[in-house]
T-cell receptor, first 114, second 113 residues
Framework: GAGVSQSPSNKVTEKGKDVELRCDPISGHTALYWYRQSLGQGLEFLIY????????KSGLPSDRFSAERTGGSVSTLTIQRTQQEDSAVYLC????????????FGAGSRLTVL | QKEVEQDPGPLSVPEGAIVSLNCTYS??????FMWYRQYSRKGPELLMY????GNKEDGRFTAQVDKSSKYISLFIRDSQPSDSATYLCAMRGSGGSNYKLTFGKGTLLTVNP
């Protein structure tokens, strides 16, 4: 596609529910990243994919967070048993294989946990 | 001490002013330095990146890196109302495993017509 597409753009959920956030990267971009942007905070790295593999999951805040990528394209970030502190904007970015300096971000998925 | 410090502002300037945005950092391993612009309810958009120390110019934007002081700057000349946004600095180390960007919290800039 022309850009990185994320869905849903907004999600309101109740504490304890599971949510899935989707990212569709730019066609041909092999690298995919998830970041989290909380109110008043900078972007926080969550996970990085090269193809379908996630060599670095170190940024995932807890075992309630997981992510997968299939077909070297679409990625899904899943948050189980959501907590209020999970409320944030979840940003996805993609880049070419050697393009860690030139990330293209999507518009984000704004998650609100009540 | 956070790895990257950035004054959140807000910064308000008149149209046509020269704007200076800055970040300091503590990790001497950082080699690549980026500036992103983020409009409200949008994702960050890369403005420019530089490698190691030095200057880089792109139109009205100039990025400077002083590694000896661990200090980076973004200058905007002839600022326009359309430049009103949050500006994020970001940086990373070199090498294949250093793909993770460390961001500042961002500076909110308003350019008044």
């Amino acid at each position: 596609g022309a850009g990185v597409s994320q869905s849903p753009s907004n999600k309101v959920t109740e504490k304890g529910k599971d949510v899935e956030l989707r990212c569709d990267p730019i066609s041909g971009h092999t690298a995919l990243y998830w970041y989290r942007q909380s109110l008043g905070q900078g972007l926080e790295f969550l996970i990085y994919f090269q193809g379908n593999s996630a060599p670095d999951k170190s940024g995932l805040p807890s075992d309630r967070f997981s992510a997968e990528r299939t077909g070297g394209s679409v990625s899904t970030l899943t948050i189980q048993r959501t907590q209020q502190e999970d409320s944030a904007v979840y940003l996805c970015a993609s880049s070419p294989i050697d393009g860690a300096n030139v990330l293209t971000f999507g518009a984000g998925s704004r998650l609100t946990v009540l | 001490q956070k790895e990257v410090e950035q004054d959140p502002g807000p910064l308000s300037v008149p149209e046509g002013a020269i704007v200076s945005l800055n970040c300091t950092y503590s990790n001497s391993a950082f080699q690549y330095f980026m500036w992103y612009r983020q409009y409200s309810r949008k994702g960050p958009e890369l403005l420019m990146y530089t490698y190691s120390s030095g200057n880089k110019e792109d139109g009205r934007f100039t990025a400077q890196v002083d590694k000896s002081s661990k200090y980076i700057s973004l200058f905007i000349r002839d600022s326009q109302p359309s430049d009103s946004a949050t500006y994020l600095c970001a940086m990373r180390g070199s090498g294949g495993s250093n793909y993770k960007l460390t961001f500042g919290k961002g500076t909110l800039l308003t350019v008044n017509p």
